[in-house]
């Protein structure tokens, strides 16, 4: 458990990129655990190598991108859960990525077209820039645990580490629009009402309080 929250901690967004090649043996771990995650959460997620002109157009410059050559499209059957289950999922792979040695960055609307396949009844939902980062990014400022969640000294300490867990998770404009409750064993989560990427920022931050809380300690209401 302490590797995951160390990842989660040294993970921040990067958006310049040195152009370095993702080695073969990389892509191939990385690569099986988007197959993994993809049967798990019903998604299909697809790493696009080698492609430098999504992350080129004027949006990406807009969106200060340098150099990404690489991406991940967060890939789905249309559904009132996907973006959700898009945030969750995809935040599995990006620590999977930090853990492999690669750095990322959520980005939504800031790219070009991207070259992921789409089936029938599926859309793409938001991209990950990836890649060796010209720096580790940067540490960014944070609400307080009481900010976002009902956690008092008294809650459990899983409750209080899934909290905690989830406050290092990447939301868009860090706008860190979520709250967490307990009752009992069972956790609620739920979004801001107004914000951008609410419910994929929702998927991220649970998985991350998953994580820090440990799954076997709660179920979600």
Not at 65 to 72: A, H, L, S, T
Not at 75 to 102: I, M, N, S, W, Y
Not at 150 to 165: H, I, Y
């Amino acid at each position: 458990m302490e590797n995951v929250i160390e990842l989660m901690k040294a993970r921040h967004s990067v958006r310049g990129y040195t152009g370095r090649p993702i080695p073969a043996e990389v892509r191939e771990q990385l690569d099986d655990c988007a197959k993994v995650l993809n049967e798990e959460g019903a998604l299909h997620m697809q790493i696009i190598y080698d492609e430098p002109v999504c992350f080129a157009s004027p949006m990406a410059k807009y969106g200060r991108f340098r150099n990404c050559r690489d991406y991940i499209a967060l890939v789905g059957r249309d559904a009132p859960d996907l973006d959700e289950r898009c945030g969750f999922f995809g935040e599995k792979l990006v620590l999977e990525a930090q853990r492999l040695g690669l750095n990322t960055c959520w980005a939504a609307m800031t790219h070009g077209r991207s070259k992921a396949v789409l089936d029938e009844g599926e859309k793409e939902v938001i991209l990950i820039a990836l890649g060796y980062g010209e720096t580790q990014g940067a540490e960014r400022k944070s609400k307080k645990p009481e900010d976002v969640s009902d956690a008092t000294p008294e809650s459990p300490d899983w409750f209080k580490k899934g909290v905690e867990a989830a406050l290092l998770a990447p939301t868009a404009m860090n706008q860190q629009n979520f709250r967490f409750t307990l009752a009992g064993r069972a956790v609620s989560a739920k979004a801001g009402r107004l914000g951008p990427c609410l419910r994929i920022d929702l998927g991220i931050v649970k998985c991350h309080f998953e994580l820090g809380a440990g799954k076997e300690n709660f179920e979600w209401a």
